[in-house]
């Protein structure tokens, strides 16, 4: 049984900084693309940002880019999502995302779909 559970999440400041992280158990890390998707109330989930199972490709929404960093440690079993820059409208739910068993080493995946397990999400909000 694949586990994901995020933790970093909380109440922060326009132009502050945050760190997301999402521990994996079960199953194998190092052969899960990975993603970081959030929502808020009463809107789909949204992409954030992706990066393949070997860390060597990563892929960005545009409202995020040049602010979020995704990054993993396959040693640790864990997935990080570095926020700075912070602004009202990143205020949201953010959730992990693993798919297994991706087969080539540098694709990405942005779409809901293409994920089969899921964390139990993380609240952050950020104040103006």
């Known amino acids: 049984q694949v586990q994901l559970v995020e933790a970093g999440g909380g109440l922060v400041q326009a132009g502050g900084s945050l760190r997301l992280s999402c521990g994996v158990s079960?199953?194998?890390?190092?052969?899960?693309?990975m993603g970081w998707f959030r929502q808020t109330p009463g809107k789909e989930r949204e992409f954030v940002a992706a990066?393949?199972?070997?860390?060597?490709?990563?892929l960005y929404a545009d409202s995020v880019k040049g602010r979020f960093t995704i990054s993993r440690d396959n040693a640790k079993n864990t997935m990080y999502l570095q926020m700075n820059s912070l602004k009202p409208e990143d205020t949201a739910a953010y959730y992990c995302?693993?798919?297994?068993?991706?087969?080539?080493?540098?694709?990405?995946?942005?779409?809901?779909?293409?994920?089969?397990?899921w964390g139990q999400g993380t609240q952050v909000t950020v104040s103006p």
């Open positions: 995302a693993a798919r297994p068993n991706s087969l080539n080493p540098v694709v990405v995946y942005n779409a809901h779909s293409d994920y089969e397990y």
């Open positions: 079960g199953g194998t890390f190092s052969r899960y693309a």
């Open positions: 990066i393949s199972r070997s860390g060597l490709r990563t």
